[in-house]
T-cell receptor
Framework: AQSVTQLGSHVSVSEGALVLLRCNYSSSVPPYLFWYVQYPNQGLQLLLKYTTGATLVKGINGFEAEFKKSETSFHLTKPSAHMSDAAEYFCAVSVSNDYKLSFGAGTTVTVRA | EAGVAQSPRYKIIEKRQSVAFWCNPISGHATLYWYQQILGQGPKLLIQFQNNGVVDDSQLPKDRFSAERLKGVDSTLKIQPAKLEDSAVYLC?????????????FGNGTRLTVT
């Protein structure tokens, strides 16, 4: 079965600084990988996804993630943090023909002015 | 397009009472999911429907939880009787059928507090 580990439950960055959220996965078959964002009192919204092809994936709001098979990682980055990026971020994994998403525990991002 | 609708947004009940949550997925989405999100954790799948059939309910505590999706559209999740550890946000999500790895569309959830 596939699983996801998010390193760091809380990340604090200054406005304008790099945002880096770490995600490692475990899967016996090629995975599909996702990042979702959750703002307070809202549901989850897709940021980006990797299925096949280009390993550097660009998403909404200036976020991107790179799939590294050798490191079993799918870290999320944004070059310059904005106050509106304060939210909880979830990494998730599924595999082909079994669209059951397994989520990580989440990373809460706070942005300092 | 209209998003996934859930109601109520908040519910407070005492332990051993019963509660029901309602979900209306995006029109045309054949797959519907119920997730439980306990504070500080990622969402955990409770049950997955394809049209009105259950695809996966392996994580559903069937002694107290039940769910149905009559006519393959709306869905209801019920807890009876509730326990303190059921306090969580219950998220409904939907996705189109037979679109490989189409992202899930989530509702805003129902926050349940059991006292």
């Amino acid at each position: 079965a596939q699983s996801v580990t998010q390193l760091g439950s809380h990340v604090s960055v200054s406005e304008g600084a790099l945002v880096l959220l770490r995600c490692n996965y475990s899967s016996s078959v090629p995975p599909y990988l996702f990042w979702y964002v959750q703002y307070p009192n809202q549901g989850l919204q897709l940021l980006l996804k990797y299925t096949t092809g280009a390993t550097l994936v660009k998403g909404i709001n200036g976020f991107e993630a790179e799939f590294k098979k050798s490191e079993t990682s799918f870290h999320l980055t944004k070059p310059s943090a904005h106050m509106s990026d304060a939210a909880e971020y979830f990494c998730a994994v599924s595999v082909s023909n079994d669209y059951k998403l397994s989520f990580g525990a989440g990373t809460t991002v706070t942005v300092r002015a | 397009e209209a998003g996934v609708a859930q109601s109520p947004r908040y519910k407070i009940i005492e332990k051993r009472q019963s509660v029901a949550f309602w979900c209306n997925p995006i029109s045309g989405h054949a797959t519907l999911y119920w997730y439980q999100q306990i504070l500080g954790q990622g969402p955990k799948l409770l049950i997955q429907f394809q049209n009105n059939g259950v695809v996966d309910d392996s994580q559903l505590p069937k002694d107290r939880f039940s769910a149905e999706r009559l006519k393959g559209v709306d869905s209801t999740l019920k807890i009876q009787p509730a326990k303190l550890e059921d306090s969580a946000v219950y998220l409904c999500a939907s996705s189109p059928v037979q679109v490989n790895n189409s992202p899930l569309h989530f509702g805003n959830g129902t926050r349940l507090t059991v006292t």
